[in-house]
């Protein structure tokens, strides 16, 4: 089993609707939780990150964490074309050198 | 320069060569990551430095060498290439180790192994 299972998608959505992305993960000493986005042929660029559990809200992004649960999830709302990229969750214990990722979730957003 | 640059920024390479893959950060970040992407395995760390003079083993190290001569650059060395080095790689980094900081990708090296 992986650290961190995330659903690569793909997911297709109209301009406008509420995206939910989500990553589960094994690791209970996770402590940093992020989100990246990664367009086609880039590299990823940080986009939310949270530390412990609870939620954080950045304009149209909410990042929430759910550490009894060992879940994590990204809204996007009112969803843009240039949302269109690829997500990647990824993780971190309180220290040490290695975050982990998942494989990323593919989202589409139609005009 | 700004951020982070790699080169190549693809490469074909026939099998058994040797390839070096470049990366230079104007940042003055300590730490610096090699990492490679694979469809349906999402980003695996190859390499490690904390900081200049010192390296580390990451979940995918085989048939990888670095080295970290000074703050800037992190080259990626594959010292006999294989098929299955095929893949996407990124190099990274952040200001240092401790807490949390924001880690920082390059664009990226497409590297074909025939």
């Known amino acids: 089993q992986k650290e961190v299972e995330q659903d690569p998608g793909p997911l297709s959505v109209p301009e406008g609707a509420i995206v939910s992305l989500n990553c589960t993960y094994s690791?209970?000493?996770?402590?940093?939780f992020m989100w990246y986005r990664q367009y086609s042929r880039k590299g990823p660029e940080l986009l939310m990150y949270?530390?412990?559990?609870g939620n954080k809200e950045d304009g149209r992004f909410t990042a929430q964490v759910d550490k009894s649960s060992k879940y994590i999830s990204l809204f996007i709302r009112d969803s843009q074309p240039s949302d269109s990229a690829t997500y990647l969750c990824?993780?971190?214990?309180?220290?040490?050198?290695?975050?982990?990722f998942g494989t990323g979730t593919s989202l589409t957003v139609i005009p | 320069i700004a951020g982070i640059t790699q080169a190549p920024t693809s490469q074909i390479l026939a099998a058994g060569r040797r390839m070096t893959l470049r990366c230079t950060q104007d940042?003055?970040?300590?730490?610096m990551y090699w990492y490679r992407q694979d469809l349906g395995l999402g980003l695996r760390l190859i390499h490690y430095?904390?900081?200049?003079?010192?390296?580390g083993k990451g979940e995918v190290p085989d048939g990888y060498s670095v080295s970290r001569a000074n703050t800037d650059d992190f080259p990626l060395t594959l010292a006999s290439a294989v098929p299955s080095q095929t893949s996407v790689y990124f190099c990274?980094?952040?200001?240092?180790?401790?807490?949390?900081?924001?880690?920082?990708f390059g664009p990226g090296t497409r590297l074909t192994v025939l």
């Open positions: 949270t530390y412990s559990s």
């Open positions: 940042m003055r970040h300590n730490a």
């Open positions: 990274a980094s952040r200001r240092d180790r401790s807490s949390y900081n924001e880690q920082f």
């Open positions: 990824a993780m971190r214990e309180n220290t040490g050198n290695q975050f982990y």
């Open positions: 430095s904390n900081t200049a003079g010192t390296t």
């Open positions: 690791n209970s000493a996770f402590q940093y």
